[in-house]
C-alpha cells in the first residue's frame, strides 16, 4: 500500500513559470509533511516542511498549500530557474513515531531556460 | 559543520558477495536512519536507531542484511550474499530529535550494483 503518493513522475515547465507538485496520503495520522529536493548523485535535502495545524507555509519562492480533509498538499515554486531542475519527494510523519518519515515516489522537475 | 559522510562512493558486487557500508552522522545526532533507494523511486527505510539501540528494523530483509551502531555513532549496514534486486543507493540520515530540530539530513549515499 503506497500511504504518500505524488501524482507526476515528471514535470517539465519553462524559466519564470510556477511549478505545481502535488501529494496525497492515505494515513489521517500523518501530522507533519516535509518536501525534500535532491539532485543527481546527492542525499535528498530538506526544502519546506508543514504540520498539519496549518493550511499554508511559504518561504521565499516555495510555498506548501495543505488541505487535511482531501488529505492532499502541494508545493509551489515561483519564478522557476534551471537550478531548480531536481526530484522533488513528499514524505509524511506521525507524531511519536521517532521521526520515521514515509516518502513519496518523487516528482523530476524539469525547468527549461 | 561535517555533513552526513559515507562510504564508499560506490560499489559493484557479483551475485553471492558480501558488501558493508559505513556512515558517519553529523556530531550529536542522535537518530541514525539506513534508507534504499531504488532507481526513479523515493527511499524506503530500512532501519534505524537511537543512540544504539534499533527502534525498528521491520523493514530489513534480516535473513540477508544486518545494521549495527555500537556507540551510538558510526553505523554500519552489511548485505550478506547480495542480489540482483539489492542493486540500488543506500542512504544514511541522522537527526537530533529535540521538540521542533527534527529534520534528518542525508549522506550522498552509497550506490550499489549487484551483477
Known amino acids: 500500500q503506497q500511504q504518500v503518493r505524488q501524482s507526476s513522475q515528471s514535470l517539465t515547465v519553462w524559466e519564470g513559470e510556477t511549478a505545481i507538485l502535488n501529494c496525497s496520503y492515505e494515513?489521517?495520522?500523518?501530522?507533519?509533511f516535509p518536501w525534500y529536493q535532491q539532485f543527481p548523485g546527492e542525499g535528498p535535502a530538506l526544502l519546506i516542511a508543514?504540520?498539519?495545524?496549518?493550511d499554508k507555509k511559504e518561504d521565499g519562492r516555495f510555498t506548501i498549500f495543505f488541505n487535511k480533509r482531501e488529505k492532499n498538499l502541494s508545493l509551489h515554486i515561483k519564478d522557476s530557474q534551471p537550478g531548480d531542475s531536481a526530484t522533488y519527494f513528499c514524505?509524511?510523519?506521525?507524531?511519536?513515531?521517532?521521526?520515521?518519515?514515509?516518502f513519496g515516489a518523487g516528482t523530476r522537475l524539469a525547468v527549461c531556460p | 559543520e561535517a555533513g552526513v559522510t559515507q562510504s564508499p562512493r560506490y560499489a559493484v558486487l557479483q551475485e553471492g558477495q558480501a558488501v558493508s557500508f559505513w556512515c558517519d552522522p553529523i556530531?550529536?545526532?542522535?537518530?541514525l536512519y539506513w534508507y534504499q533507494q531504488p532507481r526513479d523511486q523515493g527511499p524506503q527505510l530500512l532501519v534505524y536507531?537511537?543512540?544504539?539501540?534499533?527502534?525498528?528494523n521491520s523493514q530489513l530483509p534480516s535473513d540477508r542484511f544486518s545494521a549495527v551502531r555500537p556507540k551510538g555513532t558510526n553505523s554500519t549496514l552489511k548485505i550478506q550474499s547480495a542480489k540482483q534486486g539489492d542493486t540500488a543507493t543506500y542512504l544514511c540520515?541522522?537527526?537530533?530529535?529535540?521538540?521542533?530540530?527534527?529534520?534528518?539530513?542525508f549522506g550522498p549515499g552509497t550506490r550499489l550494483l549487484v551483477l
Open positions: 540520515a541522522s537527526s537530533f530529535d529535540w521538540g521542533n530540530q527534527d529534520t534528518q539530513y
Open positions: 494515513n489521517s495520522a500523518f501530522d507533519y
Open positions: 508543514i504540520r498539519s495545524v496549518s
Open positions: 514524505a509524511a510523519r506521525i507524531s511519536g513515531s521517532f521521526n520515521k518519515l514515509t
Open positions: 556530531s550529536g545526532h542522535d537518530t
Open positions: 536507531f537511537r543512540d544504539e539501540a534499533v527502534i525498528d
